[in-house]
């Protein structure tokens, strides 16, 4: 039995003999989970990329797809491998489009990926003052789950991430602070306690809490609030971290939710909701932007930084009765 070769071995035996079209149709049969439909995606013959998967399978020296009746689904090594190459395929054509953007006389591009619940409170005016001085800058702003838009900034399909601070920030990233959030209660405008002052805890008793969910800075604070006071919380049986939905389910005024102040602050401003007049505390949470550590070098971005940072806010005040 010969030794297994080593990662060198096996990312130089993929260098010298796969194809770029070889790595789409690897990415295409994990989507499809159909060797047929995915070799038709990326404009192979079946007999071709039959012969295809099985020469870069033989290259790794393991199967990276499971054969059953109703198609493919990948085995333990293609779940290692798939993501990375599709991040590198992300990041390629990333690359191409920033090329097709210099032709049309964009002077560069910036991809931003944001999370959810900062989004509109840090963005909004900010980004239109920056594209004012750089006209011929192109700004595409991504939104999604905060593990997610890390992956696209490692993988090199963005360029800057708005979220909280990551613990631990990865190996050449920088987060550059922004301002410190807080936590706060929201509920419908017509809210029975909307407009009573010094709550305690107790007094929404009677009331259903949204949970966050796991993986959000909040849902820590959540759970600790609970803890610390010793009391068991009546749940509601949704739990999003969503901005869209938040609103209406708050409407019934029977539903209470704890949310971070910049996303409270924006539904305040559009009237969909109010805070409660409730001390949770002071933890604070960071927002900022995470980046490439050689990104601070470039002057365009270190303006775009700079063009987000801003005074610390007052978080949203309680509505007065």
Known sequence: ??????????????????????????????????????????????PAATQALAELEELLEMPLFERHAKGMRLTAAGHAVIPVIRHALEALQASTESLAALREGVSGQLRLGVITAVASAVLGERVLRFCTRHPAMRVEIVEDSAPHLLQELQ?????????????????????????????????????PL?????????????????????????RDVFDDLFENAGITPRLHQVSTASLGPLPEILRDNRTVALCPA??????????????????????????????????LEDPVYREFIDALRLSEPAPPAAVSA
């Open 194 to 218: 909307a407009g009573r002052h010094g709550l305690v805890l107790e007094d929404l008793a009677g009331y259903a809490w949204m949970r966050p969910p796991r993986g959000v800075w909040i």
């Open 262 to 295: 910049t996303l409270a602050r924006t539904l305040c401003r559009w009237q969909l909701v109010v805070t409660l007049d409730l001390d949770v505390g002071a933890p604070q949470g960071e927002i900022g932007l995470l980046c490439d550590a050689a990104a």
């Open 155 to 191: 993988a090199g399909t963005l360029n800057l991430v708005l979220c909280r601070r990551p613990q631990p920030v990865p190996a050449r990233l920088h987060f550059e602070r922004l301002r410190a959030d807080e936590a706060c209660v929201l509920a419908g405008p017509g809210h």
């Open 1 to 46: 039995m010969h030794p297994a070769p080593s990662s060198t071995v096996l990312f130089s035996r993929l260098m010298a003999k796969s194809r770029l079209r070889h790595l789409q149709l690897l990415v295409a049969v994990a989507d499809e989970g159909n060797l047929r439909r995915a070799a038709a995606d990326v404009g192979l013959s079946q």
